[in-house]
């Protein structure tokens, strides 16, 4: 009787073990699938950025770094090419001395400074 009981036991954990198994498989396929496409969305802002420098339709990020900096000091942590409406930007995201996290919005044409939000 109790070699029965052991042996459910046994079956039982097997059984719960292939399944948490199967779990992280299944997270691990779904990260596989999801994260080529955001690599090449990352991609795709970076020779969207290198053509428009290239071509002088967009000013060097150095330099809107520069820009964004001047008014704002503090370190870039994020930077992303966005078109808003048919105007080309970069959200530009500082974090400052004091902890905080600005997001700074710039026309990568012109430079100009658009845009200013606390990040959350």
Do not use: H
Request: hydrophobic fraction near 45%; charged fraction near 35%; aromatic fraction near 6%.
């Amino acid at each position: 009787m109790a070699e029965r009981g052991c042996q459910r036991f046994v079956i039982r954990r097997a059984t719960r073990d292939a399944m948490a198994f199967a779990r992280i498989l299944a997270s691990v396929l779904l990260l596989v699938l999801i994260l080529p496409a955001s690599a090449l969305a990352d991609d795709d802002d970076a020779q969207r950025a290198w053509r428009g420098t290239r071509s002088g339709e967009f000013l060097p990020f150095a330099r809107l770094a520069e820009i964004a900096l001047g008014q704002f000091p503090g370190r870039i942590v994020e930077a992303e090419l966005d078109d808003d409406d048919g105007r080309i930007i970069y959200e530009i995201k500082i974090l400052q001395r004091n902890g905080r996290v600005l997001e700074v919005e710039i026309d990568a044409r012109t430079g100009r400074i658009l845009d200013v939000d606390e990040d959350d």
